[in-house]
């Protein structure tokens, strides 16, 4: 059986795939994954056996660089939604498409399957982006403030309108070039009315009553059997577990102060440092030098001797030996930190990581920082927190109940024809 997994976003829109894709193939699918040509992208799904067919332009420049002005937005739609159409396309022939990610990719990969006649799964990474009376919608850069006090169930009908607004022109266009008729809610046309949520039940769970026909499978997770680099590993035996800072594929515009601060006040209260230097790039030393004292990720300046740098590593095996990991709230980096029973620091910066940040408050396994005030007092009073015994207990009981079987239930589902 063929399935085509697409994507087009961050790491952490890839790599829940690539945990799916692994597992289909240990059940005899032939798997694809569509996505981002990125060279860390193409090198993870190289390592795995998964063949990648690139889509559209390399997301770390475009999520690094200066931002696209708002007037790109229509052009940007139409090329990523064709983009995905064809790359698609040109391998679903029979068989399934998975669709996540930005929502022209996943509108794209819909058309494919339509025209290729492969079934088809919308695939949701995070509670928030379905339509429900629990929570409200994204709102969307640009659009109108919706009525005072309106109430979920409103904000998703005025959603419909936004979303035809942003995507339906450029979408239906499309799919009347490619000899499909246009759709009146390009909404839930994607998504359909039985998609998947792909977060674990207790951290995400899909809340009801709710109208939309949710299938909860749990998070995809890649096992990570890479050992810790010697100098990390050397690091992290040389004293206490450390607090582990980074923020993953976030830029961090406007908000470096968090990361520095949250290292200052991680090093003031006796903790060891270890900081993962991500998309943006962050260090453990003076002006945003990565120093000596790292694995894989730079050279040259001084880092303090209580602190280590580290790129690309497992974080399955690193956030088993932290006392916290304070991070930007992605769906990946919590579910991660939440399944080593490491509390969490959440500062919050776009979409779903609001979100994910008040799981973590609600659950008691951490705490929430807001970017806007970064002081080294609030970021101190939100170590303390976390730091507490208690959360530490509570992290490792929450870590109990997390399902590490998401990725199976998917693909047998998937193999067995029930979607």
Known sequence: MRVVL??????????????LAVRLRELGADVRL????????????????????PVGDAVRPLVTGAASAPTDFPTRVARLTAASYEAVLGQAAGGAVVATGLFPSAAGARAAAEKAGAGYVYAGLQPTVLPSPHHPPFRYPGRPAPPEGADNAKLWELDVESMNALFGGAVDAHRVSVGLPTVANVRDHVLTGRPWLATDPVLGPWRLPAELDVVQTGAWLLPDPRPLPAGLTAFLD???????????SMPMRGSEDVARLAVEQARAVGRRVVVGSGWAELSGGEGGATGAGSAGSGSAAAVPDDCFVVGEVN????????????????????????????PQLVVPQIVDQPYWA??????????????????AESLAAALRTVLAPRTRERAAAVAAGIRTDGAEVAARLLIDGGF
């Open 6 to 19: 697409s994507t087009y976003g961050s790491r952490g829109d890839v790599e829940p795939l690539l945990g």
């Open 34 to 53: 569509c996505a981002p040509p990125d060279e860390e992208f193409a090198a993870r799904s190289a390592a795995l056996g998964v063949p990648l067919v």
């Open 238 to 248: 040389a004293g206490g577990p450390p607090v582990y800072v980074g923020f993953g």
């Open 315 to 342: 974080h399955q095996a690193l956030f088993a030996r932290v006392s916290a990991v304070v991070h930007h709230g992605g769906a990946g980096t919590t579910t991660a930190a939440a399944l080593a029973g490491a």
């Open 358 to 375: 008040a799981r973590v408050a609600e659950l008691g396994i951490g705490a929430v920082h807001d970017t806007t005030v970064p002081t």
